[in-house]
C-alpha cells in the first residue's frame, strides 16, 4: 500500500512547540560553553602590569587577576545565606579604595554567622595601606532583585543581594565589576577559598548535543507520523 502525506494538526502543533524549544535549550547550552572557556581562560592567566584604571577601562572579564594597592573604607556588607560546609554564614563586602582608579567592592570571603538573627559577626577591618591580590567577579545580584536595602544605620549591614547602585549610594562611581581575594593570606581575608565552577565547558557541549539530537528525533518522528498508508 502506499504511503501519503496526511495533515494532522495536532501533530504539527505538537512539534512545532517542542522543536524551537530543543533547538533554543541547546543554543544556551553552546553559549553556556561559551562562558565557561571564556572564565576558565581568565582563571588561568597569570597577573600582569596593568594598571587598574586601564584594566577597568578596557575588557574587565571575570575571572581575570588583579593587583591593588589602597585601603579599605569603612562600608562593609554582609551578603546573607551564604553557607560553608552546612554552615550558615556571610560573604563579607568592604569598599577598597586605590591610589589610582575607582573605589571597588573587595569580597574578602566568608565568616560563620551568630547563633541569632538579631546579632551579626564582627568584623575586624584592617586600616593599613597594603597591596592586595584577586580576581575579578560580578557584583553579587540575582537575575530579579526584590527590596534588598538594609535598614540599618551602622555598617557592617546585611543585604540580600548588593548592586553596583547600592555602593554609588555611599560611594561616587564605583567600578563596574568587583574583586575577590585571592586566598585567606590577603590583608582582611576571611575564608576566601571559592573556586570557579566546576562545570566544565565540555559538560555544556554534551547537554548542547542531548538536545539538538532530541530535535533531530523529533523531526524524523513528526515526518515518519505524517506519511500513512494510504486505501485504495
Not at 560611594?171 to 574583586?179: K, L, N, R
Request: aromatic share 10%; glycine share 8%; charged share 20%.
Amino acid at each position: 500500500m502506499e504511503r501519503r502525506w496526511h495533515f494532522d494538526w495536532r501533530l504539527l502543533v505538537f512539534s512545532g512547540f517542542f522543536l524551537p524549544l530543543l533547538l533554543s535549550l541547546g543554543v544556551w547550552q553552546l553559549n553556556r560553553a561559551g562562558e565557561k572557556e571564556t572564565l576558565l581562560q581568565a582563571w588561568q592567566q597569570q597577573a600582569t602590569d596593568t594598571s587598574w584604571p586601564e584594566l577597568i577601562a578596557g575588557d574587565a572579564q571575570p575571572g581575570l587577576p588583579v593587583s591593588l594597592t589602597g585601603f579599605y573604607g569603612e562600608q562593609t556588607w554582609l551578603l546573607d545565606n551564604r553557607t560553608r560546609d552546612g554552615v550558615p554564614g556571610y560573604e563579607v563586602l568592604t569598599v577598597f579604595r586605590p591610589l589610582e582608579g575607582p573605589a571597588v567592592v573587595i569580597n574578602r570571603g566568608w565568616v560563620q554567622g551568630a547563633r541569632t538573627r538579631d546579632t551579626l559577626p564582627e568584623i575586624d577591618t584592617p586600616n593599613a595601606l597594603f597591596t592586595l591580590k584577586g580576581r575579578l567577579a560580578e557584583y553579587p545580584e540575582p537575575p530579579v532583585l526584590a527590596d534588598t536595602k538594609s535598614a540599618a544605620r551602622t555598617w557592617p549591614r546585611r543585604v540580600q543581594a548588593l548592586s553596583k547602585a547600592d555602593v554609588a549610594v555611599f560611594v561616587d562611581e564605583p567600578a563596574p565589576i568587583t574583586v575577590m581575594l585571592a586566598d585567606p593570606q590577603q590583608p582582611g581575608a576571611y575564608r576566601a577559598d571559592r573556586v570557579p565552577d566546576v562545570m566544565g565547558p565540555q559538560t555544556h557541549y554534551g547537554y548542547a548535543v542531548q538536545w539538538f539530537a532530541l530535535a533531530g528525533v523529533l523531526t524524523i518522528l513528526t515526518v515518519v507520523a505524517s506519511y500513512r498508508r494510504s486505501e485504495t
